[in-house]
């Protein structure tokens, strides 16, 4: 079944509506889990609580989305089954995902709290999960089960949903879009299953009085989003340059906890993990015949005009 929660919305002077936040419980680890046919599965739900630090002091609970992406570099193979080969293929935290991270850096050295990171993949991935510990991050959850071999987008938001809603958090924060897939849709996707608010495209981040606010990128320039907590915002290019991990921070990482997780672990039915669409044929792009340059002469204007008739677009 589909949340039956309405989220609250975001708030901005242009194109978004006003709406006053609501309060949601996390349900019970497998309270979901559902026929792909009926809609995602309701998943572990957030907690609008105050997250409270071990020694007493409020303090924010940033969530990030991390992914192990193959070295851009390298050449993708495709198995049998047409999905990518990733064993034995050299990769790494995907370069978009450190913008996330860094933001949410800033955010608890302003605020003080804690930011977790959570992946899906192979058990490979924990690399990704170490880096971004060695930025400064405070801790990791992967979840590696065979059934999630070749997720789609949905399948993967329903894995991370769960994963992130076992936490209570104030901000969950995400990469624009991966590297390797291009879709942009799995962090909304994730908001969306989690009942909570989200913005796109944040070249800024901040908490003011219990409020996401944002500056999101757009084609005019940029809007100030605010949205109630616990919320989502994906983080673009042109945020915060990421900061390069020092060698303190390297060396803490490999003692920073880290949970590996399996599907059993979060409660989530494989058939709920399983993709929503395959792969039937791949082939190469076809090949393009070379332009013909026209030079800047005289008869170049009655030349570039007898192309576009012979093409019918005069």
Do not use: N
């Not at 962090?187 to 003011?208: D, H, N, Q, Y």
């Not at 219990?210 to 100030?224: H, I, K, S």
């Not at 058939?271 to 030079?295: F, H, L, W, Y």
Request: hydrophobic share 40%; proline share 8%; aromatic share 2%.
């Amino acid at each position: 079944m589909r949340p039956s929660r309405t989220a609250p919305s975001c708030r901005s002077s242009s194109v978004w509506s006003a709406s006053a936040a609501s309060t949601s419980r996390r349900a019970a680890p497998g309270s979901g889990g559902a026929d792909p046919a009926r809609g995602p599965p309701t998943l572990p739900r957030v907690s609008c609580e105050q997250p409270v630090r071990p020694g007493g002091e409020p303090g924010l609970q940033v969530a990030v989305l991390v992914k192990y992406v193959p070295e851009p570099q390298g050449t993708p193979t495709l198995g049998e089954d047409l999905l990518l080969v990733r064993e034995g293929v050299e990769g790494a935290l995907d370069p978009g995902d450190e913008y996330p991270i860094e933001a949410a850096l800033r955010l608890i050295e302003a605020h003080g709290g804690e930011v977790h990171l959570v992946s899906m993949g192979p058990e490979v991935a924990m690399s990704a999960i170490r880096r971004g510990l060695s930025m400064g991050a405070h801790s990791g959850t992967l979840v590696t089960d065979p059934v999630l071999r070749g997720a789609d987008a949905l399948a993967t938001a329903r894995v991370l949903a769960a994963a992130v809603g076992r936490r209570a958090f104030d901000v969950l924060l995400a990469g624009a879009e991966s590297t390797d897939g291009y879709t942009g849709t799995v962090p909304m996707a994730v908001a969306e299953l989690l009942g909570i608010p989200s913005a796109t495209f944040a070249r800024k981040v901040e908490v003011v009085d219990g409020t996401l606010r944002v500056e999101r990128q757009t084609e005019a320039g940029y809007d100030v989003v605010e949205c109630p907590l616990p919320a989502l915002a994906t983080v673009t290019g042109s945020a915060d340059e990421p900061r390069y991990p020092t060698l303190k921070g390297i060396m803490s990482a490999k003692g920073k906890p880290v949970e590996q997780l399996s599907l059993a672990d979060l409660g989530v039915d494989a058939a709920d993990a399983r993709p929503t669409q395959r792969v039937v044929s791949v082939a190469d792009a076809p090949q393009k015949t070379a332009g013909e340059m026209i030079a800047a002469t005289d008869g170049a204007a009655a030349r570039v005009a007898d192309l576009l008739a012979e093409a019918k677009v005069i």
